[in-house]
């Protein structure tokens, strides 16, 4: 890893239990010159003290949002006070491994690449429920039929972009309907999206995972709006 910056952009709502292990992890990750900025997406769980008392002194930047928007809105929040050459997503859940930074975002540090994803499921063994492993595999299919890209996993939340190419986008959507709009975005600026694989570690909806049904829906009309 060279000496340019990368900026980690934490989205988080009512994440009390892990928001502090997120942090003191992404931290410790291999990238000698990052900038950790958390969004605080209108907590009501406890995150926000957490944040002011235990994350203040261990980040670059925390914004509070106003309204509880969704992870749309609360990444169109971190992305524009971003000052890195690189910005990756960061979760606030502990299903992803910040120590697999240098595999993601070297390829756009190198200048191979202005966008990679973090793919679940390229070369791996698949993990995670079934059902949301089938809804994963079919948005993808149906996002690349509209973008030509040739993605395994366009849900991923490790995804890291060029600072230049996330800040010419405008992101309208408020919650989970993100993830299908950045990628058509990025392909209608004829942008290939490069891949590489990543660890995953599931959690389920009674440990706070958030995305449901009507994500699902909503991320099948983004394909279809933003194509």
Not at 62 to 87: H, M, S
């Amino acid at each position: 890893m060279n000496e340019k910056k990368l900026t980690i952009v934490i989205p988080c709502y009512n994440e009390k239990d892990n928001i502090l292990n997120i942090v003191n992890k992404v931290k410790e990750s291999p990238v000698p010159n990052k900038e950790i900025i958390v969004v605080d997406d209108m907590s009501s769980d406890g995150t926000r003290e957490i944040l002011e008392t235990e994350i203040k002194p261990l980040v670059d930047k925390i914004i509070y949002q106003e309204k509880n928007g969704g992870k749309g809105a609360a990444l169109r929040t971190g992305f524009a006070a971003a000052t890195g050459d690189v910005v990756i997503i960061q979760d606030a859940d502990m299903e992803y491994d910040p120590m697999e930074y240098p595999a993601i975002v070297e390829p756009i540090m190198a200048g191979k690449a202005k966008v990679v994803y973090g793919s679940r499921f390229k070369g791996k063994k698949a993990k995670g429920y079934l059902k949301n492993r089938i809804a994963n595999k079919f948005l993808t299919m149906l996002s690349n039929l509209f973008t030509h890209q040739k993605l395994t996993d366009m849900e991923t939340c490790y995804k890291a972009f060029k600072r230049e190419v996330i800040q010419s986008i405008t992101i309208e959507e408020e919650r989970f309907g993100f993830e299908p709009e950045i990628t058509a975005k990025i392909s209608k600026q004829r942008i290939r999206i490069h891949e590489v694989p990543i660890s995953y570690y599931p959690r389920t909806n009674e440990e706070g995972k958030k995305i449901g049904f009507r994500d699902g829906l909503r991320a099948i009309y983004c394909i279809w709006r933003y194509r």
